[in-house]
């Protein structure tokens, strides 16, 4: 307070008023570092060095030397293939979440205000709802006496009742049902933006719907469906709720492998490398989208000069 | 203003997909509802009978889920109040303060929103088992806090930047010292976003599953992973119940936080409950940009 006074003071020296300048961002500064250093201490300790600590275990030989053992051993044989599973099945989630998220996401933005955010409460409310308990849910409606098989059965619908669980057919369900809050919103919230009389203008030079969809509308949302897409896989890449229950043993993936290999065969090692590789897949996917976004902008500053 | 003209058919066919793809969301949450009071646990839907007993039963001598129950709400507990600490000071010092390598601190805090969980669950696992701390409240509470915590920050981050500064600025040239202003000024300013912080903290920690099961012992289990375990190993009908209650857990939750902000005033109402989703969204781009 003492301090602050004089700077208001117009008759303050100039030489004066650059010193107390300094001082007064040299506090501010001070206090930010005080109230920063418990969030960075704690996730210091707590995130970042078991983080560390799994990527030195992954290195680590049974005789406490450096190894690439237990990576050889996440790509060989069973690994390997639960390790393409998983990018398997990440890579049919993203795709359908990011399909049916587009539907719904342009429906909703054409809505009426009051009925657009009826149905945004439908999409967010889910969202916060337990992973869990939505995926015991999709098992009473899956199974073979569930909703979804008497209902098909009832219409006479060929080939039903189907099996929907303990198959790829019911993770991939799952595992959508899960992810397309986050393309719905990442979605909506890029076509709310988009100027629909683009799409007028380009009907009036003539453009017919199919032409305007995909030479228009299609590029304006494309930076949202690019971060939908990346996400969701990378969401999904880590995953374990839903595949681990709804899945069957060719539906296993690497979160699962990981938590069997500590739970129960105390094969720390080897599940640290499973783990880091996670991570750089996580990595990879994160600077895709970053380099996306700047070939993306480069792209459109181009449009702009020419 | 010019419009697309969309045709009848065309918005039919719109109305109808949209209609599906809600239920699509929103059917495994009305199932279980449903069902939790029906009287053939897991059988038809509809149920033809109604009945309370799987609630009865969750809470009938020798029941395991209360003690599930009572943990969960211990842990989420103590999650809410490590989140909103380290929250507040934290948003304190990106919003009101010359930070030095602001950018990396931000990326630091919201780096575990984009780390896949199981990453961050073994790595837990491996700092408290040595410790011999499995199965404590308290590593199972530190472990969620490393989730709620980016939560805790992006909320009240956005509070702060929402509070006039030159309010405090005020206070402080009428001779109010630093805690003072803080307690009579920006406390009370930021008590909506203070609630909705906890409330989504509160709830983070209630159903993460993935930290609990790594940091679980045989005796002290959360609710989700005593769920997980019924649901994967043996079959137990109040589970059902159990889950409704989650459900309804979260739903009031999310009502408390409409309310609060309502309340509050904070002036974008009508997107009472769609800033906090695209807390998780945002981190991606965030961190990598």
Redesign the interface.
């Known amino acids: 307070?003492a301090v602050?006074a004089p700077v208001s003071g117009s008759a303050a020296p100039v030489p004066r008023k650059k010193r107390l300048g300094r001082v007064l961002?040299e506090r501010?500064?001070r206090?930010?570092?005080?109230?920063?250093?418990?969030?960075?201490v704690?996730?210091l300790i707590?995130?970042?060095?078991?983080?560390f600590?799994?990527l030195m275990?992954s290195l680590k030989a049974e005789n406490g030397g450096f190894t690439l053992h237990w990576y050889a051993d996440a790509f060989r044989g069973a690994n390997l293939e639960i390790l393409l599973t998983t990018l398997r099945i990440s890579a049919e989630t993203s795709l359908l979440a990011l399909v049916?998220g587009f539907?719904?996401a342009?429906?909703?933005s054409?809505?009426k205000?009051l009925w657009a955010?009826l149905?945004?409460?439908?999409?967010?409310?889910?969202?916060?709802?337990?992973?869990?308990?939505?995926?015991?849910?999709?098992?009473?409606?899956l199974?073979d006496?569930?909703?979804v098989n008497?209902l098909l059965t009832a219409l006479h619908f060929p080939g039903a009742p189907f099996q929907l669980l303990y198959n790829e057919i019911g993770v991939v369900i799952g595992t959508t049902?899960v992810m397309?809050?986050?393309t719905v919103?990442?979605l909506y919230?890029v076509m709310k933006g988009i100027d629909?009389?683009l799409?007028?203008?380009a009907?009036g030079m003539g453009a017919g719907r199919i032409t305007?969809f995909r030479r228009v509308y299609v590029p304006l949302v494309a930076p949202g469906l690019v971060?939908a897409g990346?996400?969701s896989f990378?969401l999904c890449?880590?995953y374990?709720?839903t595949p681990?229950?709804m899945g069957g043993e060719k539906q296993t993936m690497?979160?699962s492998l990981?938590?069997e290999q500590?739970m129960k065969q105390n094969q720390?090692n080897g599940?640290?490398a499973l783990?880091?590789i996670?991570?750089l897949l996580?990595f990879a996917g994160?600077?895709l989208?970053?380099l996306l976004?700047s070939a993306g902008e480069a792209l459109r500053k181009r449009g702009e000069a020419s | 203003m010019i419009e697309l003209r969309s045709t009848l058919a065309g918005r039919i066919t719109l109305a109808v997909l949209a209609t599906l793809i809600l239920l699509f969301l929103a059917m495994p949450i009305i199932v279980i509802v449903v069902t939790s009071f029906g009287k053939d646990a897991f059988g038809n839907f509809p149920p033809s009978s109604w009945t309370l007993g799987w609630y009865k039963q969750l809470f009938a001598d020798g029941s395991k889920w209360p003690a599930a129950l009572s943990l969960s709400a211990l842990v989420a507990s103590l999650t809410t109040v490590f989140s909103l600490v380290l929250g507040m000071t934290a948003a304190t010092a990106l919003v009101r303060s010359e930070l030095p390598l602001r950018s990396a601190v931000y990326g630091l805090v919201l780096a575990p929103l984009v780390i896949p969980q199981v990453v961050i669950a073994l790595g837990l696992f491996l700092l408290f088992e040595p410790a011999a701390m499995l199965g404590s409240p308290i590593a199972i509470a530190l472990g969620h806090t490393v989730l709620a915590a980016p939560i805790g920050v992006m909320i009240l981050m956005a509070t702060l930047k929402g509070i006039d500064e030159r309010l405090e600025d005020a206070a402080a040239s009428m001779g109010a010292g630093r805690l003072t202003v803080w307690r009579r000024v920006t406390l009370p300013l930021a008590a909506p976003g203070l609630v909705a912080a906890g409330i989504f903290s509160f709830i983070t920690s209630f159903d993460e599953f993935f930290i609990s099961q790594f940091l679980s012992s045989v005796d002290t289990v959360t609710l989700p992973v005593k769920v997980f375990n019924v649901l994967q190993y043996n079959v137990d009908p109040s589970v059902t119940a159990v889950s409704a209650i989650l459900i309804a857990v979260a739903v009031v939750a999310l009502a408390l936080v409409a309310v609060v902000r309502k309340l509050g005033g904070s002036g974008k109402q009508d997107g009472l409950l769609l800033t906090e989703p695209t807390v998780g969204l945002t981190a991606g781009s965030e961190t990598s940009s």
């Open positions: 307070m602050l961002s501010r500064t206090f930010g570092l005080l109230n920063a250093a418990p969030v960075v704690y996730l707590l995130f970042v060095y078991p983080i600590s799994t275990l049916v539907a719904l342009s429906a909703i054409r809505l205000p955010g149905a945004m409460l439908v999409v967010v409310v889910p969202h916060f709802i337990s992973a869990l308990v939505r995926t015991y849910g999709w098992i009473i409606l199974g006496n569930g909703v008497n049902a397309l809050p986050y919103l990442l919230a629909r009389r799409l007028a203008a009907a305007i971060n990346v996400l990378i890449l880590g374990y709720l681990a229950l690497v979160a990981i938590d500590v720390w599940a640290s783990g880091i996670l991570l996580t994160l600077l989208l970053r976004k």
